[in-house]
């Protein structure tokens, strides 16, 4: 019986034991997996942030890829001479600016697909990966758009650049420093972009 009994205390040890082994295992994979990632099942966070209403249509004449009935506009920013307004159409992330005094024609134009899995694009920012695009514009502009489902990083360089920001929508806007030329707009929800935010500064 005793024999019995230090087998029976055994098989127990040992259940507890691996038991214990696979939490810890489990909870060093949480630890690795420190950016959080877009919910691939979901529907996309962006296509539910509230629409901006523009006093134009400035992407009206301009966007060959989507109709105006399937574009939303969900962010403007107002950087002294330029204007930066992001959207989303489908799975595309899209971005245009313009200048002062040439209202009508856009200086650049950025329309990019979020990635389709993990596998693909960028994923050094939360609610990733993203899929990256920049281009040059006139006036000696420069923007680049990280589109991703549920989240999109904008970065925008101008000699014009102005510490006076003006913006609408889900949006955050980093200033630019002294020595940094660029303005970064974080858009999203609110918990995503401070997750977001967060992870831009501290690569700087």
Not at 178 to 199: D, F, M, P, Q, T
Request: with cysteine.
């Amino acid at each position: 019986m005793r024999r019995l009994a230090q087998y029976q205390y055994a098989v127990v040890g040992s259940a507890v034991l691996l038991a214990c082994v696979a939490c810890t295992s489990g909870e060093g994979e949480g630890k690795r997996s420190a950016l959080p990632a877009s919910d691939s099942a979901g529907p996309s966070r962006l296509h539910q942030l509230p629409k901006v209403d523009l006093q134009d249509d400035l992407l009206s004449e301009q966007d060959s890829l989507s109709g105006p009935e399937e574009r939303k506009v969900i962010g403007e920013v107002r950087n002294g001479a330029d204007r930066i307004v992001v959207y989303v159409a489908g799975r595309r992330c899209g971005l245009a600016t313009t200048r002062e005094g040439d209202q009508k024609n856009l200086s650049i134009h950025v329309l990019d697909t979020w990635p389709k899995d993990g596998t693909q694009g960028a994923a050094d920012l939360p609610y990733g990966p993203y899929s990256d695009t920049s281009a040059n514009g006139s006036g000696g502009t420069w923007a680049s758009l990280s589109c991703g489902k549920d989240a999109m990083v904008v970065k925008f360089r101008s000699p014009n650049v102005s510490k006076e920001l003006k913006h609408r929508g889900s949006l955050d806007v980093i200033k630019p420093t002294s020595a940094e030329r660029s303005v970064s707009v974080v858009v999203g929800e609110k918990g995503i972009r401070e997750k977001v935010r967060a992870a831009l500064q501290s690569h700087s």
